[in-house]
């Protein structure tokens, strides 16, 4: 038989053929685990500092807010060398959801921000790939 799904999280389990969660325990025959990932720095754990991470609808919108407030700071910005620093956008990776943010990067900066900032020329906005 099999059971779900239902959610708890499990925290730990036992050779018994249990799994115990906060608040209960449940007895089963076959146990597949599948607690997903969770976002590596491959080895640069100084990256964790700077760079954000896309994992959770909130890792979306705090990327997304970052975004906003670089270009709202090269708008204000006089100095043309420090504007394209805040316009230089770093991903880190080139796995297929690196290429979709680079992709959502570039139509960002080239059509959908065209209208709402008049100092900066958005086609400074850089992505460079690392
Ligand atoms: C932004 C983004 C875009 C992506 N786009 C694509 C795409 O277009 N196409 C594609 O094929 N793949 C895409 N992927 C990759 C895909 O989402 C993952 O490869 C896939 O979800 C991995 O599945 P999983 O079941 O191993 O882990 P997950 O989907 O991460 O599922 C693990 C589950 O286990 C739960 N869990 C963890 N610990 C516990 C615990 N102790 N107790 C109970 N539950 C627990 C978690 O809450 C989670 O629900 C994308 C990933 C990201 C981050």
């Keep these: 038989m099999v059971y779900g799904p239902f959610y708890a999280t ?6 018994t053929r249990k799994v115990l969660f906060r608040d209960g325990e449940l007895s089963y025959d076959y146990l597949v685990l599948a607690t997903g990932a969770e976002t590596t720095h491959f080895g640069h754990d100084q990256w964790r500092a700077w760079a954000a991470t896309l ?23 006089p100095a043309q060398e420090e504007r394209k620093s805040l316009l230089t956008f770093v ?19 080239g059509q959908v921000m065209r209208k709402d900032f008049r100092s900066i020329r958005l086609r400074d906005a850089q992505n460079p790939a690392c």
């Design 55 to 77: 994992k959770t609808i909130e890792d979306g919108v705090e990327m997304r807010r970052r975004i906003h407030f670089a270009f709202e700071q090269a708008e204000r910005e």
């Design 91 to 109: 991903i880190g990776g080139g796995g297929s959801t690196s290429v979709e943010l680079a992709s959502a990067l570039a139509d960002l900066s």
């Design 10 to 15: 499990a925290c730990r389990v036992l050779e």
